[in-house]
């Protein structure tokens, strides 16, 4: 038993080694959290400040070429957000909802990135980017499923080709696959 | 005999400030007995944790200290997790924050992770609930050494791996 905890306490440092958090609330507006999770039967909130993410930064080795990649990375962020909704059933959230947490993105700041609707499943994913003088300084994904809402958003400048390294967090695995996705659009942009 | 309606006034004067010292207790303490207190539970003594909490501290040279861990078994009152969360931010206090939430709405998986910066350490403080088993735990880490230990022991896993 002791053991067992023992290993919690480190496997939890590792853990939240990478996601450390300082007084940074999502900005989202509040009801729209409120309301989701008093609907959802699990909930996971991750909240990571700058501050924090700075100091999380320190527990990256410098001398390994990945964590050093990672150390980069989020040293110049200044937040990590996410919130994982899982429901019980089918129809716990509306399109209204969901609607309208797009529309808290849909300012001149945010541009859409990707955007892919799955009728079949009932899914859809939106990945919108805020640009500043040309450069991403933000990251907003939405990913719904029926039965499942995931809210990441990432702010501060954002390297593409370094994303992926962040998929190792809590609820950001999906992260791999949109940095891998970024550079290939990136390529194509550059072709057409 | 008339003296004797001092003995209940001496009583109350001794219960007073122990009940007030209970709810006023404050960090790993505080929640603990919030923890007691709230859910009728005790928690369950663990042997030679000072000896750990020092041993730990020796083997990482400083990256591990001040460990503390309050178990609690067969819980079985229900858990709000909103409470819950509640009841931890208020005894932690202001300096704590809170990184990672998991909550459940049934209540049988409840687990908060805050830090605390303490100059070049960090605190970390986690509540764990599962099923019929919560954990209190507090630690403070320094990432320089903690990452020397690690890498120590990463560099003896990949030798073995490569001598296999």
Do not use: C
């Amino acid at each position: 038993m002791k053991y067992r905890i023992l290993a919690f306490v480190l496997g939890t440092a590792a853990l939240a080694a990478p996601a450390l958090a300082q007084n940074s609330p999502l900005p989202l507006p509040p009801p729209v959290e409120k309301e989701l999770a008093a609907r959802a039967s699990n909930v996971t909130e991750v909240t990571l400040g700058k501050n924090m993410l700075a100091f999380a930064a320190k527990f990256m080795n410098g001398k390994d070429k990945d964590e050093a990649g990672v150390r980069q990375l989020i040293e110049g962020l200044e937040g990590i957000y996410v919130r994982e909704y899982t429901f019980d059933k089918e129809g716990q959230y509306s399109i209204e909802e969901i609607d309208n947490l797009r529309k808290y993105f849909e300012t001149s700041e945010w541009s859409p990135l990707v955007r892919e609707r799955e009728k079949k499943n009932s899914e859809s994913t939106d990945v919108m980017v805020k640009l500043v003088n040309g450069e991403s300084h933000g990251m907003f994904i939405l990913t719904a499923e029926p039965k499942e809402l995931t809210i990441v958003l990432i702010l501060g400048p954002i390297r593409m080709d370094q994303l992926g390294e962040l998929k190792g967090i809590g609820g950001l695995g999906a992260l791999g696959g949109v940095g891998k996705g970024a550079k290939i659009k990136t390529k194509k942009g550059g072709a057409e | 005999m008339k003296r004797l309606w001092i003995l209940p006034v001496f009583f109350l004067a001794l219960l007073v400030p122990v009940a007030v010292l209970a709810g006023s207790a404050v960090g790993f303490e505080g929640v603990v007995r919030s923890v007691e207190s709230r859910y009728h539970v005790h928690a369950t003594h663990i042997p030679f944790l000072g000896l750990a909490s020092f041993i730990a501290g020796r083997a990482t040279h400083g990256g591990v200290a001040n460990l503390h861990i309050a178990e609690f078994e067969n819980f079985s009152e229900a858990v709000d997790g909103e409470e819950l969360n509640h009841m931890v931010q208020e005894k932690l206090g202001s300096g704590w924050e809170r990184i990672i939430r998991e909550t459940s709405r049934q209540g049988g998986e409840q687990t908060l992770i805050y830090m605390h910066p303490e100059g070049n350490r960090m605190g970390l403080f986690v509540v764990s609930l599962d099923g019929h088993e919560l954990n209190v735990i507090e630690v403070s880490v320094d990432p320089d050494h903690l990452n020397e230990s690690v890498g120590h022991y990463r560099h003896h896993h990949d030798n073995d791996d490569e001598s296999d």
